[in-house]
């Protein structure tokens, strides 16, 4: 096996970690196998699109999804350090509107599946951040969606020193009690 699955406190959402082979000359590792992720993440996924986003300290990038073709993502990040966060938006779900957050970064290699039903996003904790993620269905501008980052019903817990740096779709999110939701 080249992962090891590691439960959140949200069931469906998991913590990836490869297993990682170095030495003095650096390391390599498998950063997605589809038949160990199938038999041990979820089965019948598909990824259709890679993402690459680049972010400096505090910047806040979040909390999407998409009412309509709704994505599931496979996330890591690369270079830095980010506070990474998923929200169950799934009305039928024992654990909607609760939030699970991990610490993803370049020394720990780990990934965080967030599953289709769920928001995301995460926080610059670093002086800059490269975040990669694959996804289960393409953009749909059209269906995306915010949720309010810092909506009190949801009380995230997130690491900031002082106001976050927003996009106006963030800064504009609805909270949790206002948000089209999933069955």
């Given at each position: 096996?080249?992962?090891?699955?590691?439960?959140?406190?949200?069931?469906?959402v998991?913590?990836?970690?490869?297993?990682?082979?170095?030495?003095?000359?650096?390391?390599?590792?498998?950063?997605?196998?589809?038949?160990e992720?199938?038999?041990?993440?979820?089965?019948?996924?598909?990824?259709?699109?890679?993402?690459?986003?680049?972010?400096?300290?505090?910047?806040?990038?979040?909390l999407?999804?998409?009412?309509?073709?709704?994505?599931?993502?496979?996330?890591?990040?690369?270079?830095?350090?980010?506070?990474?966060?998923?929200?169950?938006?799934?009305?039928?779900?024992?654990?909607?509107?609760?939030?699970?957050?991990?610490?993803?970064?370049?020394?720990?290699?780990?990934?965080?599946?967030?599953?289709?039903?769920?928001?995301?996003?995460?926080?610059?904790?670093?002086?800059?951040?490269?975040?990669?993620?694959?996804?289960?269905?393409?953009?749909?501008?059209?269906?995306?969606?915010?949720?309010?980052?810092?909506?009190?019903?949801?009380?995230?817990?997130?690491?900031?020193?002082?106001?976050?740096?927003?996009a106006?779709?963030?800064?504009?999110?609805?909270?949790?009690?206002?948000?089209?939701?999933?069955?």
């Amino acid at each position: 096996m080249t992962i090891n699955v590691i439960a959140t406190t949200l069931p469906d959402v998991k913590i990836v970690e490869p297993k990682v082979y170095g030495d003095e000359r650096g390391f390599f590792y498998e950063s997605f196998n589809a038949r160990e992720f199938a038999e041990q993440v979820q089965s019948g996924v598909e990824f259709v699109q890679d993402n690459h986003s680049r972010s400096v300290k505090c910047v806040l990038r979040g909390l999407h999804y998409q009412i309509q073709h709704a994505q599931g993502k496979l996330v890591r990040v690369v270079s830095g350090e980010v506070f990474d966060v998923a929200v169950d938006l799934r009305r039928g779900s024992p654990t909607f509107g609760k939030w699970t957050g991990v610490w993803l970064s370049a020394d720990n290699r780990r990934q965080l599946w967030v599953p289709p039903g769920f928001a995301h996003g995460f926080c610059v904790t670093s002086d800059s951040a490269e975040f990669l993620y694959k996804t289960t269905d393409y953009w749909h501008p059209e269906h995306e969606r915010s949720l309010l980052w810092n909506d009190p019903a949801l009380a995230i817990e997130w690491p900031l020193d002082g106001e976050p740096r927003l996009a106006a779709k963030d800064a504009a999110g609805v909270p949790l009690a206002q948000a089209e939701v999933f069955p």
